[in-house]
């Protein structure tokens, strides 16, 4: 049944709530799984989604894709979050599925807010309605399920990857809600160019929180002369509760690119320099956490394979104790990729193993390696000569190819 009083106070939800996109049409980002031609955009369209987990950052739209699956398949929605919620309540709802199910062949979508935080015995409770189709589960999780949520549970759903919004995708959420919304359309406000930047860049790719920030700007900004209210930089920086960017979208490339090779260059003074300058401007830490990652691979690899351990563990500091704190294992990860030996052979072998793996896609493998054949009978096996012996592994066409050259010692 509607609630009757849904929009009676509709103008005091957040902007982020009453934007809310109800059609597909209106989701900004996600191209790589909503877009034209991709499956759970087909799904969707079809009306057949099944059970599914959709993971990534916050404010990606997660929440709001479960809700147009729900609408969009006239079934019942009910949503629980996984903190709040015990067992018994989620037999409940079970039973209740079971009933509408049975009475009028019709579907219940659960939607699972932090799913990753249930326990067993929470999704042991699913699985008999899961395996009988009377639920539908659509969980929504900031954490990669494939660590972090009970297997019998994964292995049911189908998981997509929600992405962190590009600074594009948020300047069109934010022009649409000045231009669309029933409370800021009836304003005059004016957002200048350094502060829609701003808003898109401090945001990190949360649509939430650049639009919150965006409706606190425009109902506490006293109007000019004109009535126009005008949004700077300076008060998006207090909206978001964030330090003022000092600088433009190309002078944060410019000092995105000077932190990068400075840990390549090995000098630790710089790239620290760089990394909390930008943190200093607004910049999501996790950013600087994330470039650090690859540059443990790209550029010290296996002459310091722990530099790869602590970027991951920075990155993992960062999500889960915070900032400032957090700071410290990235200033640590920082110095150890900057001060380890330095050796590329790693993205060198990727992109050889890329190149020859799109030019030459159909090569023929030796029969001795194939799957359970006469011939691989033949094929010798490593340990039986002491772990090692030599053998042809690659098609004939590319036998000579050497991807990782191995340094003199």
């Known amino acids: 049944m509607e609630n009757l009083f849904e929009n009676l106070h509709n103008d005091r939800k957040p902007l982020a709530e009453r934007m809310r996109p109800a059609v597909l049409e209106d989701v900004v980002g996600q191209t790589h799984i909503l877009g034209k031609g991709k499956l759970l955009r087909r799904l969707i369209e079809a009306k057949r989604v099944p059970s599914v987990i959709f993971y990534g950052p916050p404010g990606t739209g997660k929440t709001t894709v479960a809700r147009i699956i729900a609408d969009t398949s006239n079934s019942d929605f009910v949503k629980l979050n ?87 995708d948020i300047e069109e959420a934010l022009k ?63 909206c978001l509760q964030r330090r003022a960017l000092s600088l433009n979208d190309d002078v944060y490339y410019h000092i995105l690119s000077a932190y990068c090779k400075s840990l ?62 957090g700071n410290l294992a990235l200033t640590q990860a920082i110095i150890y990729v900057c001060e380890a030996p330095k050796d590329n052979r790693v993205v060198v072998a990727m992109n050889m193993a890329q190149d020859d793996a799109e030019n030459h896609p159909d090569d023929r493998i030796p029969d001795y390696l194939k799957n359970h054949t006469e011939a691989s009978k033949k094929y010798k096996y490593p340990h039986d000569y002491g772990g090692w012996v030599e053998q042809q592994y690659l098609p004939d066409s590319l036998k000579d190819r050497v991807y990782f050259k191995k340094k003199d010692k």
């Open 264 to 325: 390549r260059g090995s000098d630790s003074t710089a790239a620290l320099y760089y990394a909390n300058r930008l943190i200093k401007a607004g910049v999501e830490p996790q950013i600087l956490a994330r470039r650090l990652i690859a540059h443990a691979s790209e550029d010290v690899g296996l002459s310091a394979p722990y530099a790869l351990l602590e970027a991951c563990a920075a990155l993992y500091a960062l999500d889960h104790l915070g900032m400032p704190e």
């Open 82 to 168: 996984a903190v709040s919620s015990g067992v018994a309540e989620v037999k409940e709802v079970m039973e209740r599925a079971k009933r509408n199910f049975e009475l009028y062949g019709k579907r219940t979508y659960l939607l699972l807010d932090e799913c990753h935080r249930w326990t067993k015995a929470q999704s042991d409770s699913l699985l008999a309605s899961l395996e009988n189709g009377y639920i539908n589960f659509v969980g929504c999780t900031t954490e990669n399920p494939a660590y972090s949520m009970t297997r019998a549970i994964v292995s049911r759903c189908s998981v997509f990857e929600f992405k962190p919004l590009d600074l594009a």
């Open 176 to 238: 649409r809600a000045v231009k669309t919304d029933e409370t800021l359309s009836k304003m005059d406000i004016k957002i200048d160019g350094e502060a829609m930047s701003y808003f898109a860049t401090a945001s990190g790719g949360d649509v939430r929180s650049a639009l919150n920030g965006l409706e606190i700007g425009a109902m506490t900004t006293p109007p000019g002369k004109d009535g126009a209210i005008v949004i700077t930089r300076e008060v998006a920086s207090e």
